[in-house]
């Protein structure tokens, strides 16, 4: 049933229906949603936020809130703070630092150490997190910052480690017994070494004691008390009362200087510069006598003559005084970095005054803390990269080596070079490209880049100038017209062309002319080619007689070209022509010969050229034929080259500049960082002359017009590159403390740097790159001076103190006197000693011991000054006293020394040279600036320079002195060279060899020759040939061209018949012509040369046997070329000749074959030809280059089947493809030889601090690093990267520190007292050695550097037991530093070290008074962990030791795990009382070694019964019997083991049953040795029978045997 259905109708009304609803309300809750967002018109305090609270009964279900109880209702709206983005600006989260960490359990309880911690627990760390206004800190809601960031965390886990037990170190050994006869005592103790940490045990008692007992008896009386006079500690230094003050009327017992009233000092000094206020007191110490036993004693049994002091004047103690704590300075980290790395602040404070009489020391004046660790709410810091400028030039001369005879011209160089770029460190503005390394930004300080610099130097290639080549000149060609469609009557050039093979590079300059012309007359432009012309045939099928021949012609233009025949009508040759077919009987002339060679190139007036041709007869005529005509007829001569000798050509002139065309349209173009683009199309104009050759200019119509070259061209115009420069660094940074009255006004730099230099007119660069100031004057640094007052009169302790002591009737004795201290200006103004302690130095001492002289005292009077110096160096002068009244008259008076005498100063010092010498030091040639780009190589690196050797300056004393006392630099110096590094010295190139072939591929050789080998760290001689070493070969390939040359034949002369003189003689006969060596020309053989120069083997005969034909005969032409073989070689295959009769002969007559056949051979009638190529030659480089890109080349040629090199043209007839050689092949191809960089090292960087400030091994560096590594054949780094020079040798001052002397107590035999030492002024030379002198302690600074106050003090209290006094050990050493560890690793950064004192009794009746042990410890680095582990040694019995190990070895105790402790005793019940047993780690009675257990029936040890060895059954006969032995008990026990069953439980026979065995066959040889020697004669012999002895070492168990 639902809740809201109950009704209930009573008479009590409404009280029943309020315990209904009271009923109902106990299982309904209010749930509420979360906060919506603050609404207000306006952002801050004033807004309001609501949220959802509806009722829910405890099962979950919704219900009307009236069930709910309306008093417990939560509020459903509240106040709220409005937050805008600007308030992100205002607010910002802060946390305190993170507290301990404790253990903590859910309801946040300190929970309890569990005894199960193995390494550590998990503990709580927490922190204070609030929203504060940056403004002024203070705390706001938290939800205004949750608004821009979550709240930090407030908790953190962390470990704590397990508690650490104190570990002691093991017990000294005992002491000696503390009396020397009787009864005493004697102790031993121990030190801890670590403490307990994170609630681990206290530290065990560190002292043992206990009786001894000396067997000797005490002499009477010596065991009697014994009496000591103890003092006690000084009291704390107090004031005397003012009623005694007063009562004194005295000013000295004013011990405030503080002015009083009266005092007109109040009316000049302003109070806060008052002076110094010291005040001194009275201390005072108890004296008291002690017996042994601790008890005290009457005075007099330990008083005698020296009484002790028991009052003395002090200084009332004074704390240091340090002003407020400054402002927290800003954080060091003002932006975001990676990591969790922090930032500092530090805040500090000064001291207003310092400690006096015993009060604190100053404490730290500078405080430091860690912010913005995280970086949360900080900007990202800003990052930084390397930006380059742009390459300079590429330069080759830093490549080439010292003998390179092109350094004298460096402009022709070319080929691989160097090129260098300056870097420089710039804030990264955004993603970094290519492209924006180029952008111009604000230089920074390298440090800032982190990455690796990019690379200042690369390689380079400058283009090597290409001279043109061209070929050789064609013939000349006929004489035409210009224009052969409008031709000119008697006007015409014949022209001859070259064309280019090698186009140039615009360096190399231009190409010479290519057409070259000669006018000539009557120019012809077609003309008729004969082609073929057929054999001379007889008319009307008649045998001889006239006849024709028909001849296949073409017309043809001056190029070549077939045309109609139209045009060469007006020419005169015929394609049908008349011969005549010679009869039986006419004579017989051969064909003409070839015209001969043109006897000149051209023709003048006076010569024109001549060339003629021959036939001969042979075959005479017969009767009535047609005779032979006569010799003048058989030669015929005709003009040739009949055009003038004057060529003219057209000369033209290198193109000009390209300059800007306004006609041409600009094309759109950008500037790009390597200045490859362009901006726009200009023109280029060159000047055209026509030149007549060997005489200069002539008019343009002597050259052919058709030919006239180009005078202008277009071009590209190449951008404008305007100067780039990054702005100017800032300016570097100005001191920000004062200055000192004699230094010079500081000054600050800033630098700018081009990144790109001006190019093709841009805009140039700045000519400032570098700018100084100075520095704003900054304020003089202020001049302090301590002024000190007269010492006040010396101030003893009150009468009231001394009254009732011994000598106290007369106000005399030691005492302390003081004095004021100021501080002032140099101006002598008055100001706080703050400046003074700042400035000026350690403060003057305000308090000094002084002396009220007594009665008995010796009066003297002050010391006088010292006596003038006049002998000066060597001499002394003294200061004098003297004693005044009765004092003259007192023999102990006359003790005091009266006269005090000391060296004069003297000022003579003796210089003398210490140390090696330093390196050979360079002067410092500063690389120069050429538009701020680094020129390479401008560091000097060998030549003169300077050495230095340390100087050290003593004065006559031998103490060391500042080296300028002896009037020198502090320096001897030494001029030193540095060698310069000689490079691998090579003659030039020889001359390339002859082809070793004239025809065909051959090789050339050029060489050097070493001339002198590298040294000093010059470059190498790396090339040398591994045979010679002396030389350096090069290779390439050559080839003789096999058409250069040809053989030239004459035409045959007549034929001669033998033994006939008539020329009409038919018959045999000889023919000879001159065979000479040609060169070839494009017109045919030329010049004559050397028959060496051509191929003997293709010589053509000089001589033949000839027929000179009769009358009738048959007549026969000259045989005709041979026919071709087919490719294969083959006897099957054959070639062919043929001839053809010219006359028929007469009937009955009749001619010779007409064909001649001969088979194809091989390599004698019918060749292979095949192509070669050659090996590549080395790389060839440009005469101009020094490294870089160059040419490899290898030659192509054919080749004979035989082996001999031809022409490529039968390998070309042949059809052989060139591409069957390789795939793809080439006859060239670049290559690359490797740029000969030398290293290139930094500037030496400036010289470092002096490594010791004093001293004489100070010394200076400097260093230098590579820049850029060896290449090639480069010349090697220098392993010489750091250079050293000595330090000024100045005197190193030191305060020395004597032992601590013994403890020091005045008049009394025991108590406290003090250790004093002596500290000294020492000057040395940096190794405190015996040769330390001691100087006045203001050579000395006021406190040594890393002495602390502690350490500083000359006098600390000690005590000296009395005898039977409980008292504490001196503390003991610091220990090792011992680092905490959870597995293995580092907990904290910071280790512990510990000493400790124990303590020490003396009697035991007075251990009751006895202090408590006391240790302490300190902070220290580099510590180690230690883990600790038991040991124990072998059982002794049923006991061992155990003990604890650290893992350094050390036993301690403490450390080591109880759970894991070894048991140090065994213990077994029943006890082990059997003979041979003991009680085992199992608590069970085992047996020793060689013995068996036997058990009872119950379990336990009946005895041990001992297990046979073999070496018992070896034993001695002789010595067997003493060796087994047994005792009675033993005897009994062994033979209680023995049982009549010969079997053990497994099967196996028993030990004995072995024994009785042997026993019964060593028994039966003994019975019948026996026998033997009872029954043998006896022989008379001395010595015992030999046989004897083997039985008896037999026997023998002695080992050694």
């Not at 400054?326 to 602040?345: A, D, F, I, N, V």
């Not at 400032?768 to 302090?784: A, D, H």
């Not at 004669?1577 to 023998?1596: E, I, S, V």
Request: charged residues 20%.
């Amino acid at each position: 049933m639902h809740l809201s259905t109950l009704s209930v109708t009573t008479n009590t009304g409404c009280a029943c229906t309020f315990k209904i609803r009271y009923l109902l309300n106990l299982f309904f809750i209010f749930p509420v949603g979360q906060w919506g967002r603050c609404i207000s018109e306006e952002c801050g305090p004033n807004g309001v936020q609501s949220r959802t609270v509806w009722c829910v009964h405890i099962e979950g279900w919704t219900t009307h809130h009236s069930y709910c109880k309306y008093e417990e209702r939560p509020a459903i709206q509240r106040d709220c703070f409005k937050v805008c983005d600007w308030h992100q600006e205002i607010f910002e989260w802060d946390f305190s630092k993170w507290g301990d960490c404790v253990l903590r359990t859910s309801s946040n309880k300190v929970k309890p150490r569990t005894s199960t911690c193995v390494t550590a627990q998990q503990g709580l760390q927490h922190r204070k997190v609030h929203c504060v206004r940056k403004s002024n800190r203070s705390l706001v809601l938290d939800e205004i910052c949750e608004f821009f960031t979550p709240k930090p965390a407030s908790d953190q886990a962390c470990l704590i480690p397990c508690p650490q037990d104190c570990v002691v170190s093991e017990f000294s050994t005992w002491s000696a017994c503390s009396k020397g006869c009787g009864k005493g005592l004697q102790h031993r103790v121990r030190s801890v070494l670590s403490p307990p940490l994170y609630g681990g045990k206290s530290c065990p008692s560190l002292t043992e004691t206990k009786g001894c007992d000396i067997q000797v008896s005490c002499l009477v009386g010596e065991d009697e008390f014994q009496y000591s006079l103890k003092v006690g500690p000084w009291s704390d230094c107090r004031l005397p009362h003012q009623r005694q003050v007063w009562q004194s009327g005295k000013p000295g017992l004013n011990f405030s200087l503080q002015p009083s009233e009266k005092n007109p000092m109040k009316l000049l000094i302003h109070e806060h510069f008052k002076p110094w206020d010291v005040k001194i007191g009275y201390q005072t110490r108890h004296v008291r006598c002690t017996r042994n036993d601790g008890k005290n004693a009457m005075l007099s049994l330990c008083t005698h003559d020296n009484t002790p002091t028991i009052f003395q004047s002090c200084v009332m103690p004074r704390d240091c005084g340090v002003s407020e704590w400054s402002e927290w300075s800003s954080c060091s980290k003002t932006c975001q970095l990676p990591g969790m790395s922090p930032g500092y602040r530090s805040r500090n404070r000064f001291i207003r005054h310092t400690a006096v009489g015993g009060g604190r020391d100053c404490p730290a004046l500078e405080e430091k803390a860690t912010c913005n660790i995280g970086g949360e709410g900080l900007s990202e810091c800003p990052k930084y990269v390397w930006k380059t400028t742009d390459w300079n030039e590429c330069q080759v001369t830093p490549l080439l080596s010292q003998q390179d005879r092109r350094r004298s011209n460096q402009s022709i160089l070319c080929g691989g070079g160097i090129q260098m770029r300056e870097v420089y460190c710039a804030q990264k503005t955004g993603e970094v490209n290519k492209q924006d390394l180029k952008e111009v930004s604000r230089p920074v300080d390298h440090s800032l880049c982190t990455e690796p610099p990019p690379v200042t130097s690369q390689l380079c290639n400058i283009a090597c100038p290409v001279e043109c080549l061209v070929s050789a000149w064609s013939s000349w060609r006929p004489c035409m017209p210009e224009n052969c469609e409008d031709p000119q009557k008697n006007r015409g050039f014949k022209v001859r062309r070259r064309h280019v093979v090698g186009e140039p590079t615009a360096s190399a300059g231009k190409c010479p002319h290519l057409i070259e012309a000669i006018l000539c007359e009557d120019p012809v432009c077609y003309h008729w080619d004969l082609l073929e012309e057929g054999l001379c045939m007889a008319e009307n099928n008649r045998t001889c007689g006239q006849g024709f021949y028909n001849q296949r012609i073409l017309c043809k233009n001056n190029q070549g070209e077939v045309v109609s025949d139209e045009l060469c009508k007006e020419s005169s040759l015929h394609s049908r022509s008349t011969c005549e077919v010679p009869c039986p009987t006419d004579c017989v002339l051969s064909e003409w010969s070839e015209w001969s060679v043109c006897s000149r190139s051209c023709s003048s007036k006076n010569a024109e050229g001549k060339q003629s041709r021959t036939r001969s007869i042979i075959a005479i005529s017969g009767e009535g034929g047609k005779p032979c005509p006569s010799s003048q007829a058989l030669q015929e001569w005709r003009s040739c080259n009949d055009h003038g000798c004057t060529v003219f050509y057209w000369n033209v002139s290198p193109w000009g500049p390209c300059t800007e065309d306004t006609l041409v349209t600009a094309l759109n173009a950008t500037v790009s960082w390597n200045g490859e683009a362009t901006c726009s199309v200009g023109v280029q104009i060159r000047q055209v002359h026509c030149i007549r050759n060997k005489f200069g200019h002539v008019p343009p119509k002597r050259c052919p017009e058709n030919s006239w070259p180009e005078t202008f061209q277009p071009c590209l115009l190449p951008c404008k590159k305007d100067c780039i420069v990054t702005p100017f660094s800032e300016w570097t940074s100005c001191p920000t403390t004062c200055q000192q009255g004699n230094s010079s006004t500081a000054k600050q730099s800033r630098y700018r740097i081009i990144i790109q230099k001006p190019d093709n007119g841009g805009q140039e660069c700045p000519d400032t790159l570098y700018e100084e100031r100075e520095c704003e004057t900054l304020s003089v640094c202020p001049v302090y001076r301590w002024k000190t007052h007269k010492w006040h009169h010396c101030i003893l302790a009150p009468d009231y103190v001394r009254q009732g002591t011994i000598g106290a009737a007369e106000a005399c004795g030691s005492g302390l006197q003081s004095r004021g201290v100021m501080c002032k200006t140099g101006d002598d103004q008055h100001v706080d000693i703050i400046g003074c302690l700042k400035w000026a130095g350690p403060m003057p001492p305000l308090v000094q011991k002084c002396r009220v002289p007594c009665r008995d005292d010796c009066m003297l009077t002050n010391w006088s000054k010292f006596s003038p110096c006049t002998a000066g160096c060597g001499s002394t002068h003294s200061r004098r006293r003297s004693l005044v009244g009765k004092s003259k008259k007192k023999e102990i008076c006359q003790k005091h020394p009266l006269v005090e005498t000391k060296p004069c100063p003297c000022d003579k010092y003796i210089s003398q040279p210490l140390g090696n010498w330093s390196d050979c030091i360079l002067p410092e040639d500063k690389v120069s600036l050429q538009l701020g780009m680094k020129v390479q190589g401008g560091i000097k690196v060998c030549g003169q320079g300077v050495r230095y050797q340390a100087v050290a300056c003593y004065d006559r004393n031998k103490r060391l002195v500042n080296p300028w006392l002896c009037g020198n630099s502090g320096y001897i110096e030494e001029t030193c060279g540095v060698p310069c590094p000689s490079d691998c010295k090579l003659s030039e190139w020889s001359n390339w060899s002859p082809c070793s072939k004239s025809c065909g591929s051959g090789i050339q050789i050029r060489s050097k020759w070493l001339r002198e080998k590298a040294y000093n760290g010059g470059r190498p001689c790396l090339k040398l040939d591994v045979k010679n070493q002396a030389q350096v070969y090069d290779r390439i390939p050559c080839y003789g061209d096999c058409s250069k040359y040809s053989w030239t034949a004459e035409p045959w002369s007549f034929c001669r018949i033998n033994n006939s003189e008539s020329m009409h003689s038919c018959g045999e006969g000889v023919q000879t012509r001159k065979v000479r060596c040609a060169r070839n020309t494009a017109d045919g053989p030329g010049q004559i040369v050397e028959d060496a120069l051509c191929d003997f083997s293709e010589k053509p005969v000089g001589d033949r046997q000839c027929s000179l034909y009769c009358p009738g005969d048959c007549v026969m032409s000259d045989w005709g070329q041979w026919s071709l073989c087919p490719k294969e070689c083959n006897i099957l295959n054959t070639r062919v000749r043929i001839r053809y009769p010219i006359r028929l002969p007469v009937e009955g007559k009749t001619c010779p074959e007409t064909s001649e056949v001969e088979p194809c051979i091989l390599n004698k009638n019918c060749f292979h030809f095949y192509y070669n190529l050659t090996e590549w030659s080395s790389c060839q480089l440009n005469d101009k280059a020094v490294c870089g890109q160059g040419l490899k080349i290898r030659l192509l040629d054919c080749v004979q089947s035989d082996g001999k090199s031809v022409s490529l043209k039968y390998c070309e007839k042949m059809g052989l493809d060139w591409n069957g050689l390789e795939s793809p092949w080439h006859l060239s191809m670049h290559c690359f030889v490797e740029c000969p960089v030398n290293c290139q090292l930094s500037e030496w960087s400036s010289w470092s601090e002096c490594s010791h400030t004093c001293g004489l091994e100070g010394q200076m560096k400097r260093t230098r690093h590579v820049l850029q590594k060896t290449h090639g054949e480069g010349r090697p780094c220098s392993s010489h990267l750091t250079q050293y020079r000595p330090c000024l040798v100045k005197p190193c001052y030191s305060w020395v520190f004597s032992e601590w002397s013994a403890c020091k107590i005045e008049g009394a035999q025991c108590g406290d007292g003090f250790k004093v030492r002596n500290v000294s002024c020492v000057v040395h030379d940096g190794t405190l050695s015996e040769s330390a002198k001691v100087v006045e302690n203001e050579m000395c600074d006021n406190k040594a550097v890393g002495i602390n106050d502690i350490e500083w003090e000359l006098k600390i209290p000690c005590s000296v037991p009395c005898p039977g006094d409980c008292h504490l050990t001196e503390w003991s050493s610091w220990s090792s530093c011992q680092l905490i560890c959870l597995d293995g690793k580092r907990f904290e950064t910071t280790g512990h070290q510990t000493r400790s004192r124990a303590v020490i009794v003396q009697a035991l009746e007075n251990q009751d008074n006895c202090p408590e042990q006391i240790w302490e410890g300190r902070p220290c680095t580099g510590g180690t962990c230690h883990e600790y582990e038991w040991r124990s040694s072998p059982w002794n019995g049923n006991e061992r030791s155990v003990w604890c190990v650290r893992s350094d070895g050390v036993n301690v105790t403490g450390g080591c795990s109880l759970l894991n402790q070894p048991t140090a005793t065994r213990h077994c019940n029943p006890s082990c009382s059997k003979p041979y047993s003991f009680c085992t780690q199992g608590g069970v009675c085992g047996c020793e070694k060689g013995f068996v257990e036997v058990m009872t029936p119950y379990g336990f040890l009946d005895y041990c019964a001992k297990i046979p060895m073999p070496e018992e059954k070896k034993a001695d006969v002789k010595t067997n019997v003493g060796k087994n032995k047994l005792s009675n008990s033993k005897f009994q026990a062994f033979f209680k083991g023995w049982s009549i069953d010969p079997f053990d439980p497994d099967g196996k026979p028993k030990v004995w049953v072995y024994g009785i065995s042997a026993a019964v066959g060593v028994l039966i040889i003994f019975i019948t040795v026996l026998s033997y020697l009872i029954c043998k004669k006896p022989k008379h012999q001395t010595r015992p029978t030999p046989q004897q002895k083997p039985l008896t070492l037999a026997y023998d168990g002695d080992m050694d045997m």
